[in-house]
């Protein structure tokens, strides 16, 4: 028998919603939220190597080299927590990446589904802008959109709420820029798969996560 894992990986422009869906998703499904961006800000924080690599391309909202980000994904999902598959966010973001994780996956019966949360352009930047992160736990706000209930804490652990240094308008921007160049390419890379699936994103974030819950079957 193989071994049969659940690979969802979540596609969308920056902003989209990828990371406050896959942690919802973590709770209804147990398959662990896989954020590249997240374990680079934890290198980051920690001043590891791979931290001090990552900053020089993550402070002007360009892409972590391939090899790199790629390894440190394959380290990730041998933890034992990942044994049943995973939510990706952020990760494939090339089609390098996309090629390579298809390989590192193939053993489980592939990924799953793809599915593509659509957000206007211009939403993007006001939610990005508009976005802080709690420095504890990483839950996701918004000033306006999301507020949490008390001003600059996080509602789950009472952590303080931060601006990340590239989500200021002029990083995001090229963020933007360097999604349509690098990974709005791979819709098609996972429609052409049969995998790619549409999410309105402009949904409060309860009825994106009921139309991303109806994708995922667990294997
Ligand atoms: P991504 O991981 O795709 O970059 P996030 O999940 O961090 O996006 O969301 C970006 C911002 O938009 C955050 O401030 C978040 O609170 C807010 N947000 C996410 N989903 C929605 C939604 N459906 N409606 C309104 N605001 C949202
Ligand atoms: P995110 O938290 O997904 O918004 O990512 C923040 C930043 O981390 C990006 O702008 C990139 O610099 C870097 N990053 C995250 N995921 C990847 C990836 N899969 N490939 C390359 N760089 C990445």
Known sequence: MTDKRTYVVLLGAPGAGKG????????????PQVSTGDIFRYNLKNETELGKLAKSYMDKGALVPDDVTIRMVEDRLAQPDAARGAIMDGFPRTLAQADA?????????GVAVAPVIVIDD???VYRITGRRSCRACGSVYHIILNPPKVE?????????LYQRDDDQEATVRNRLLVYYKQTAPLIGYYYAKGLLREV????????VQA??????KLK
Not at 200 to 207: D, Q, V
């Open 20 to 31: 406050t869906q896959a942690k919802l998703l973590e709770q209804a499904t147990g398959l």
């Open 101 to 109: 994780f298809d390989r590192l996956v193939a053993p489980f019966g």
């Open 122 to 124: 211009e939403e993007t």
């Open 152 to 160: 600059g804490r996080c509602d789950k652990d009472n952590g303080e």
């Open 200 to 207: 309105n994103g402009g949904e409060t974030i309860e009825l």
């Open 211 to 216: 139309a991303l819950r109806s994708l995922i």
